[in-house]
């Protein structure tokens, strides 16, 4: 199945997106691996993927989007977009230089970083589970944390619509909440994973 084939499976049917998040993981992990290096860990590469996977959702659903490159370029690309703004959120995005420029990266060639990423494949499978416990656990102890992510990834709910649906004052707002809860899950993945990062 090509590309164009995929993204019409996938607006037939979301469960398509299921293979498209397995085929493209690894190399879009290895990406981000090699791209920011220690700058990200790994559950922070772990998350720019997921919400990459909803960004090429959101854009592929609409009937007039053109997808001008391979899914995994396009997907990495949103990575790295994604990698910045975290660096920024970290305070970290001045002393970065990339390794990496914007003509390479169509023509990223992966081979070392897979090796290293698939080295992590068993931590990353842990890191994975620690997050559906923790999701869990989310619900079970009500608020609002839980409601707000599970309509942001499983509902593909806009910050505007999320603004609008818990009466946020306004976009900011609602980002910073879900940022809020994005950290809480993190930290309750990782009370469940129980494994210091490098």
Known sequence: MNDK???AAIR??????????????????????TYFGDN???????SIYHDALLVFYEKIIHPDFELK?????????VCRNMGYEKLREKGKLRNFNSKISD?????????????????KEEKM???ENALEKAFDSLKQAGGHCYNLLHDFWYHNLSIQQLTEKYNYANTNTAKQQKAKCQKRLKD???????????
């Open 5 to 7: 084939e995929r993204i």
């Open 12 to 33: 037939e049917n979301k469960e398509a997106l299921r293979a498209v998040y397995q085929e493209c993981r690894s190399r879009a992990m290895a990406f981000l691996l």
């Open 40 to 46: 990200l860990d790994d559950a922070d590469r772990l």
């Open 69 to 77: 490159a391979s899914i995994q370029t396009y997907i990495n690309s």
């Open 103 to 119: 003509e390479q990266l169509a023509d990223f060639n992966v081979d070392v970083g897979i090796e290293d990423s698939l080295e």
């Open 125 to 127: 499978s842990a890191l």
């Open 188 to 198: 309750l993945a990782q009370q469940f994973l129980n494994i210091s990062y490098d």
